[in-house]
T-cell receptor
């Protein structure tokens, strides 16, 4: 089946620190890969995506590269801010409509 | 513009009662999805609608769960004879149907269901 494994949290960082959240996947076929973010009190929203191998998704200073050889889609940001505190979900989709999510990683950034 | 809305935002019910959860998608979005977010299972897909039809309802956990969509717009998720394991946040999302496939899924704020 299709599944996503992401690093467990919680992760606590200081402002301007480097953030990496690891995500690996198992899929039959060629999935599209996503990172969703859930800010406190808000709904899930798409952060970035990549639809084929070696694609890099980027948004709001976050980046992730679709690595087929390692079946990974790690999320990185070079300098986090307090406003980046949120829960981050890695997800994949094979058939264009059904998203399979990882367990989520809670990130807290301290001033 | 208005996003996906869900009601109620919170629902507390007693075991064995039926509940209805409502989703209003973004206007013009023909695709609609239900997911469930629970402590034990994480975020799980439940069902997908294209218009009023549900091509994939494979994620519905049991026959106590059903969903319908009318007028290509509002959707209702019904849980009959609720059990404590049904306690979760139920999320609805909607998206456009584009020439190349389905567009980004926009999520609502969710309905938190607590079964006592």
């Amino acid at each position: 089946g299709n599944s996503v494994t992401q690093m467990e949290g919680p992760v606590t960082l200081s402002e301007e620190a480097f953030l990496t959240i690891n995500c690996t996947y198992t899929a039959t076929g060629y999935p599209s890969l996503f990172w969703y973010v859930q800010y406190p009190g808000e709904g899930l929203q798409l952060l970035l995506k990549a639809t084929k191998a070696d694609d890099k998704g980027s948004n709001k200073g976050f980046e992730a590269t679709y690595r087929k050889e390692t079946t990974s889609f790690h999320l990185e940001k070079g300098s986090v801010q307090v406003s980046d505190s949120a829960v981050y979900f890695c997800a994949l989709s094979i058939n264009d409509y059904k998203l399979s999510f990882g367990a989520g990683t809670t990130v807290t950034v301290r001033a | 513009g208005a996003g996906v809305s869900q009601s109620p935002s919170n629902k507390v019910t007693e075991k064995g009662k039926d509940v209805e959860l409502r989703c209003d998608p973004i206007s013009g979005h023909t695709a609609l999805y239900w997911y469930r977010q629970s402590l034990g299972q994480g975020l799980e897909f439940l069902i997908y609608f294209q218009g009023n039809s549900a091509p994939d309802k494979s994620g519905l956990p049991s026959d106590r769960f059903s969903a319908e969509r009318t007028g290509g717009s509002v959707s209702t998720l019904t849980i009959q004879r609720t059990q404590q394991e049904d306690s979760a946040v139920y999320l609805c999302a909607s998206s456009l149907a584009l020439a190349g496939g389905l567009g980004e899924q926009f999520f609502g704020p969710g309905t938190r269901l607590t079964v006592l």
